[in-house]
């Protein structure tokens, strides 16, 4: 395989991933939503998982951002919600 298809895979997956991290990140915003009572416990929780997400912004490896990917979704799948709001 050559340099630059190696590089323009590299780029794409980087670019899915990018775009899976972001719809996470909505829809974990979105589930502490329906968890909160009042509007002063989201931002606690909003802002604790913006922390958390940053804390891996920097990572290259694309396994690891893969298997940080699936551990969320996992995470999110085991606590989300029972009833969300939909709105």
Known sequence: MSLAATTSTYLARRAAQKERVRLL???????????????????????????????????DDVDRIDKLIEATEARLTRYGHPDPYIG
């Open 25 to 59: 990140y909505r829809r974990c915003l979105k589930d502490a939503l329906s968890w909160a009572v009042h509007r002063r416990l989201f931002w606690e929780d909003a802002s604790k998982m913006r922390d958390a997400f940053e804390a891996n912004r920097h990572v």
